[in-house]
């Protein structure tokens, strides 16, 4: 099915484990985004790509790492999870038009132990 | 730095009432303002997104207006039901090189009681 889909949609990982959370999307969309949801701060944007090899940080980049190699593919990864990194992760993604909306994967819940 | 502020954070209301949900932004310099609806333990789902030249949208019980001016936007829904109950997103984008980017509001939590 066409969509935006994550993996894995629950994860328990130590303190100093690289974890990498994947996303995917069908709908060939120019624009990726990685957000984090916490309690009391809501979603916060961590990185995002306009287009395949161009990637820029947001709001919260310290800790992380992403790439884009392919349109369809942006993947998160945390270099060495802390316990301030346990958190519910979403990605999503637009296309360029103007107004377009953004559409959201289900979310990956992560928890660093 | 954009600020978006929600107000009530949580709502509870009987079946059938019309309800107004706010969202305020501190920055009017805006590209286009979204609602989100996010139910327990799943991602965010557009609802209504309103470009920074228009005043309203509708679609079926939903109506949003924004008053970029004033910084302030309104979630109207008419004739609530209790599969209404969730957790409504306002989140508001600046245009150029932070397209697509989003800042978020904390949300109001609705409850629609039968």
């Known amino acids: 099915d066409a969509g935006i889909t994550q993996s894995p949609r629950y994860k328990i990982t130590e303190t100093g484990r690289q974890v990498t959370l994947m996303c995917h999307q069908t709908?060939?969309?120019?624009?990726m985004f990685w957000y984090r949801q916490d309690l009391g701060h809501g979603l916060r944007l961590i990185y995002y790509?306009?287009?395949?090899?161009?990637?820029d940080k947001g709001e919260v980049p310290d800790g992380y790492v992403v790439s884009r190699s392919k349109t369809e593919n942006f993947p998160l990864t945390l270099e060495s999870a802390t316990r301030s990194q346990t958190s519910v992760y979403f990605c999503?993604?637009?296309?360029?038009?103007?107004?377009?909306?953004?559409?959201f994967g289900e979310g990956s819940w992560l928890t660093v132990v | 730095k954009q600020e978006v502020t929600q107000i009530p954070a949580a709502l509870s209301v009987p079946e059938g009432e019309n309800l107004v949900l706010n969202c305020s932004f501190t920055?009017?310099?805006?590209?286009?303002l979204q609602w989100f609806r996010q139910d327990p333990g799943k991602g965010l789902t557009s609802l209504l997104l309103?470009?920074?030249?228009?005043r309203e949208q509708t679609s079926g019980r939903l109506n949003a207006s924004l008053d970029k001016s004033s910084g302030r936007s309104t979630l109207y829904i008419a004739a609530s039901q209790p599969g209404d109950s969730a957790t409504y997103l306002c989140?508001?984008?600046?245009?150029?090189?932070?397209?697509?980017?989003?800042?978020f509001g904390q949300g109001t939590i609705l409850t629609v009681h039968p």
């Open positions: 999503a993604s637009s296309d360029s038009r103007p107004g377009n909306t953004i559409y």
């Open positions: 709908w060939s969309h120019s624009y």
């Open positions: 790509s306009a287009a395949a090899d161009i990637t």
């Open positions: 920055d009017s310099a805006i590209y286009n």
């Open positions: 309103i470009q920074s030249s228009q």
């Open positions: 989140a508001v984008s600046a245009g150029g090189t932070s397209y697509g980017k989003l800042t």
